[in-house]
């Protein structure tokens, strides 16, 4: 996502998968989705168009007005059910076995390779911190252990916040209870190259994170 442009992600009930949602081919403007909080229940419209369907970036979906009906807030039982019946526990499984590469300190995917760009995986620890290399623009990076075990660093978190939002949430989390769980919602960036990779790659995303103790949600 950039300027006032946001990336976003629904999940079909109907059909038990990620879609993007996109008006015209793009991407929907801040201003067009005031009225939809994260993890609401919506109806949408697709428009019927047919959009080129390249890995990973299968779930674009082209919608006509009107394009969000509101319908209502999930409740706190109903997003750790969703979480827990859709999240995966290994990163590289979800991605796509042998699709998910690492490009100097880097991980993403090659175009054309993959299964998906969108989905939620379990994680038993994550953390968020923030380079200042450029005070004017900072990063905001995640590193996260899934469940198979696996580590990954340098994520770039892309959450839409403010920084003093961001701010609030750096930090490391983990399970203290068995009965706790975090989940990060993770995301293919389109394909790039930062001039010094062998190969364009889509670049691995935190998109945002849930973590309930004890089956409370304590944070979104």
């Given at each position: 996502?950039?300027?006032?442009?946001?990336c976003m992600s629904l999940y079909s009930l109907e059909d038990k998968r990620y879609f993007r949602p996109l008006k015209n081919g793009y991407n929907?403007?801040?201003?067009?989705?005031?009225?939809?909080?994260?993890?609401?229940?919506?109806?949408?419209?697709?428009?019927?168009?047919?959009?080129?369907?390249?890995?990973?970036?299968?779930?674009?979906?082209?919608?006509?007005?009107?394009?969000?009906?509101?319908?209502?807030?999930?409740?706190?039982?109903?997003?750790?059910?969703?979480?827990?019946?859709?999240?995966?526990?290994?990163?590289?499984?979800?991605?796509?076995?042998?699709?998910?590469?690492?490009?100097?300190?880097?991980?993403?995917?090659?175009?054309?390779?993959?299964?998906?760009?969108?989905?939620?995986?379990?994680?038993?620890?994550?953390?968020?911190?923030?380079?200042?290399?450029?005070?004017?623009?900072?990063?905001?990076?995640?590193?996260?252990?899934?469940?198979?075990?696996?580590?990954?660093?340098?994520?770039?978190f892309v959450i839409k916040a403010l920084p003093s939002k961001k701010d609030e949430m750096l930090g490391e989390y983990e399970k203290e209870y068995e009965?706790?769980?975090?989940?990060?919602?993770?995301?293919?960036?389109?394909?790039?190259?930062?001039?010094?990779?062998?190969?364009?790659?889509?670049?691995?995303?935190?998109?945002?994170?849930?973590?309930?103790?004890?089956?409370?949600?304590?944070?979104?």
């Amino acid at each position: 996502m950039s300027g006032t442009k946001v990336c976003m992600s629904l999940y079909s009930l109907e059909d038990k998968r990620y879609f993007r949602p996109l008006k015209n081919g793009y991407n929907f403007d801040i201003s067009e989705i005031l009225g939809i909080d994260l993890y609401s229940l919506v109806d949408v419209n697709p428009s019927g168009d047919e959009l080129l369907m390249e890995y990973p970036h299968c779930e674009d979906l082209n919608i006509e007005s009107p394009y969000f009906t509101f319908i209502r807030e999930y409740t706190d039982k109903e997003l750790y059910d969703f979480f827990t019946d859709t999240a995966y526990v290994d990163t590289k499984e979800m991605f796509g076995e042998g699709s998910l590469i690492k490009q100097g300190r880097t991980w993403g995917i090659l175009s054309n390779t993959g299964k998906r760009s969108l989905g939620t995986v379990e994680v038993d620890y994550f953390e968020i911190t923030k380079d200042t290399f450029n005070p004017e623009k900072p990063s905001y990076r995640v590193s996260f252990r899934d469940l198979s075990g696996e580590l990954y660093s340098n994520i770039k978190f892309v959450i839409k916040a403010l920084p003093s939002k961001k701010d609030e949430m750096l930090g490391e989390y983990e399970k203290e209870y068995e009965d706790d769980r975090l989940f990060l919602r993770l995301s293919l960036a389109r394909e790039w190259n930062n001039g010094q990779w062998e190969d364009d790659m889509c670049v691995l995303q935190v998109s945002n994170f849930a973590c309930f103790e004890n089956k409370e949600l304590v944070n979104l």
